[in-house]
């Protein structure tokens, strides 16, 4: 997932937001690890085309990212935000979540398998924890950091806010 994919939201949105989509990439995960311990177990070799699909996916994604950046309008968020009324907002958020935890499956797709490759050679159950610890540490570490960010940019905020008024230093 892109940071960007949880940003254009209310202030007061952007955490919950960030949960949804933490939610959902566990979820995912849930779905993806059985299957990929069961594909390794009896199908091996559709190992790599997976990862060619999930790559090729990716890809796509990021040629629409570029094109939509250079050749379609920009809009100003605030603006839109200001002349929504509360169920489009809502509407729109699902929206961007939904498309958030696509992306991520894919991605979580790609980490799995790429983990999962990486320990073949081991027994099921040493596959099993391992991988299993890599999604865990991914997807808390992604969207840790994702929240982080959110609440250094509200911290940084109150600092601005706060020193609007204040000379010297403490300025």
Partial sequence: MGAEKASSFRASRELPVIWAITKGSFLNKLIILPFAFLLSAFLPQAI???LLLGGVYLS????????????????????ILKTQTEEE???LEKSKIKSAII???????????IAL???????????????TIVAIVATVGVYGIVALMVRMDDGGFKMVEISENK?????
């Fill in 117 to 131: 490759g990486t320990v073949t050679e081991f027994e099921l159950l040493t596959q099993i924890v391992v991988v």
């Fill in 48 to 50: 790599v085309p997976i």
């Fill in 103 to 113: 992306t991520d499956f894919i991605l979580s797709l790609e980490i799995i398998m």
């Fill in 89 to 91: 907002l809502l509407k």
């Fill in 60 to 79: 796509f994604e990021g040629v629409e990212k570029i094109i939509h950046t250079f050749f379609h309008k920009k809009h100003d968020i605030s603006d």
């Fill in 167 to 171: 000379k010297g230093f403490t300025k």
